[in-house]
């Protein structure tokens, strides 16, 4: 299964990272998907006050637009970017599913487990979802306005960490498709598809086609989890 990083421009000049430019009907603005054969997130990176060295970047998967905040301060390899992210959706997850009793807490930790052992196809380009662009510029604004509020320019885990809570607990809309859904509701099914033992995908994710060969590619290694070149 691949696992897509799409970044923005933002983020990409500042990782230094020199990503390819997805190719597709609107290069650089095309369309991602999280289906049966590709988890797929927005990345974007914000100021959290202007010109500052701290900044957050925001994660939105692309099924459910689950929101995940990962405060930083200094550039981070892909490699190191892609643990800290898993570590931060992981670890929210379980946290939403025992606070809203999804699973028990025996079944949130295997869960949790399950998708720590997951192996995925790498893939990085810089692209723009314009549909979940939305979903993130809203995130950033609860990001600014609130450090803006607590007079921080640093963003704490804690704070990251309800503020995701927050919005990943609220209806979101997706007006193209007249469609209505929370977050946290959508993930925790696609997640929970992901680990099934026969490979099986929730019903309604439909397949989608490859991604074009112009994207980055990494590898996963275990069992320590990095991603090497």
Sequence with gaps: MQLFYSTSKALDKWLKAELPTLEGTQKGRNTIVSDANTFSWQLHLIDNCYRSSHKTIIATEAHSRFTCFLPVYAP???????????????????????????LPNSDAVLLLSQLDELQFDIR?????????NGHITDAALWVTQ???????????LAL???????????????????????????????????????????????????????VLKFNTRKPDGVVSA
């Excluded at 450090?147 to 963003?155: F, I, K, S, T, V």
């Excluded at 099934?196 to 397949?207: L, N, T």
Aim: hydrophobic share 40%; aromatic share 6%; proline share 4%.
């Design 76 to 102: 981070l390899s892909l490699a190191e970017l892609h643990q800290q992210l898993s570590m931060q959706w992981q670890q929210l997850l379980v946290e939403m599913i025992r606070a809203n009793q999804l």
């Design 124 to 132: 990085w380009a810089k692209n723009t979802d314009l549909s979940i």
């Design 146 to 156: 609130t450090l803006e509020e607590q007079r921080l320019d640093a963003m704490p």
């Design 160 to 214: 990251a960490d309800d503020l995701a809570i927050y919005l990943n607990g609220q209806v979101k809309r997706i007006k193209q498709r007249k469609e209505k859904f929370i977050p946290l509701d959508r993930f925790f099914e696609y997640c929970q598809s992901m680990t099934q033992h026969d490979g099986g995908i929730a019903p309604e994710i439909k397949s989608n086609d490859a991604l074009p060969a112009n």
